[in-house]
C-alpha cells in the first residue's frame, strides 16, 4: 500500500517540477516580449541619405535590444499616417517617423498622445498647435546648412574679379518639407546682403535624382550660360544635375559653381575631383540616439526636447584628405 502512493507523490512531484520550468520559461519569453517596441515610419528611400538613416535606425534597434516595426511610405503622407495609427492601434511603446512634410499631423499626435505613447520626432520636423503632442525632435539644423552653404558662395565669391556676377538656381527639396523651406531660408538670407549674388529660379526636384536631371536639363534650356550656380538642397538631386550637365557639355565645378547638402561619400568624392565645390555636412545617422531617446522616455526620465546633430561644411578649400569614410 505504500509504494503506489509514494509514485503518485512522485509523479505530483515531477508535474510540479514541469510546471515550475513551463513557469520560468513563460517568464523568459515574457522578458523578451518585455523588451521596448519601437514603430518607426520612414518616409522613402527617395536618397542615398535616406536610405542612411533607415540602416541606422535598423542597426541601432538591433544592437540596443529594440524591437522594431518598420514602415516605409514611399513619399506618401496618407501612408505615414496609416503607418502610424496602425502603431497606435498596435500599442508600442514609443513611436518615431521621419514627416515627409511639415503640416498636417495634429490629429494622428494627439491619437498617440491619448493612447498614452511618446512621439520622438527624427530627422525632418512638424508644425504643430500644440507643442506637447510630441516630446521630442532629434535631426539637423536644416536653416543653419543653408546658411553655411551661402557662407560658402560668399567665399568663393571673394576670390573672383571684383565685377563678377553669380546667377544661382536652386534646386529644393521636397515641396512643404522642413528640409526644402529651412535650407532655402538660411541660403537666402545669407546671399541677400550681396547684390552680386542674384537668384535666378528656384524648381522643385523632389529629392530625387531622376527628378533633380529633368529640372536641371530646363534650366539649362532656360538660362544657358546666364546658369553660374547650382545650389542643390541634397546629393542625389546634384547626381542628377551632373548627369544634365554633361549632357550640355558644362563642366560642374568650374563652367557651374555646385553646392550640395547631405555629405554621401559618393558626394564627397565628387568634390575631391573637383566636380562639386561645397558639400554641406548632413548626418543620417540618427538610430543610436533614437534609442536612447526612446528607453528613456519609457524609463520615465528628463529628455532634451530639441537634439541637434553637429555637422561642417566641406569645400573646394579646405584639405579633405584626413577625412574619415561617410558611412551613408
Ligand atoms: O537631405 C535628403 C533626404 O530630410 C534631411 O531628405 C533629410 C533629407 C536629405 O531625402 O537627401
Not at 129 to 135: Q, V
Not at 192 to 200: G, N, S, T
Given at each position: 500500500m505504500q509504494k503506489p502512493r509514494f509514485w503518485a507523490f512522485l509523479m505530483i512531484l515531477v508535474l510540479f517540477m514541469a510546471a515550475l520550468t513551463g513557469c520560468s520559461n513563460r517568464a523568459k519569453d515574457d522578458k523578451k516580449d518585455d523588451a521596448l517596441l519601437l514603430g518607426f515610419s520612414q518616409l522613402g528611400s527617395e536618397s542615398g541619405w535616406r536610405i542612411g538613416n533607415t540602416i541606422s535606425v535598423q542597426d541601432a534597434a538591433q544592437a540596443a535590444g529594440v524591437r522594431l516595426m518598420l514602415e516605409n511610405a514611399n513619399q506618401s503622407q496618407e501612408k505615414q499616417l496609416t503607418a502610424l495609427r496602425s502603431f497606435i492601434a498596435y500599442r508600442v511603446d514609443v513611436i518615431a517617423f521621419s514627416p515627409?512634410?511639415?503640416?498636417?499631423w495634429d490629429n494622428v499626435l494627439r491619437e498617440a498622445k491619448e493612447a498614452g505613447i511618446p512621439v520622438i520626432i527624427e530627422d525632418r520636423t512638424v508644425v504643430t498647435?500644440?507643442?506637447?503632442?510630441?516630446?521630442v525632435h532629434v535631426g539637423s539644423d536644416f536653416y543653419s546648412e543653408g546658411v553655411m552653404a551661402g557662407e560658402y558662395l560668399l567665399k568663393k565669391l571673394s576670390t573672383l574679379p571684383p565685377e563678377t556676377v553669380l546667377n544661382v538656381v536652386e534646386l529644393t527639396g521636397?515641396?512643404?518639407?522642413s528640409p526644402m523651406l529651412l535650407r532655402s531660408a538660411g541660403f537666402h538670407d545669407t546671399v541677400?546682403?550681396?547684390?552680386?549674388?542674384?537668384?535666378?529660379d528656384s524648381v522643385s526636384g523632389d529629392f530625387m535624382i531622376s527628378k533633380g536631371k529633368e529640372c536641371v536639363r530646363l534650366m539649362l534650356e532656360k538660362y544657358g550660360s546666364d546658369f553660374d550656380v547650382l545650389f542643390s538642397h541634397n546629393d542625389a538631386m546634384m547626381y542628377g544635375a551632373l548627369e544634365a550637365f554633361g549632357e550640355y557639355g558644362v563642366t560642374p565645378g568650374k563652367d557651374v559653381i555646385v553646392i550640395s547638402v547631405d555629405g554621401e561619400q559618393e558626394a564627397i568624392d565628387l568634390l575631391k575631383e573637383g566636380k562639386v565645390n561645397c558639400v554641406v555636412e548632413c548626418t543620417p545617422m540618427l538610430g543610436e540616439a533614437i534609442m536612447q531617446i526612446a528607453k528613456d522616455l519609457v524609463d520615465g526620465k528628463p529628455v532634451e526636447r530639441e537634439i541637434y546633430s553637429s555637422e561642417r561644411a566641406f569645400t573646394e578649400f579646405d584639405d579633405l584628405s584626413q577625412l574619415a569614410p561617410r558611412g551613408y
Open positions: 515627409i512634410v511639415q503640416d498636417g498647435k500644440d507643442e506637447s503632442l510630441y516630446a521636397t515641396q512643404g518639407s541677400a546682403k550681396e547684390p552680386r549674388i542674384r537668384i535666378l
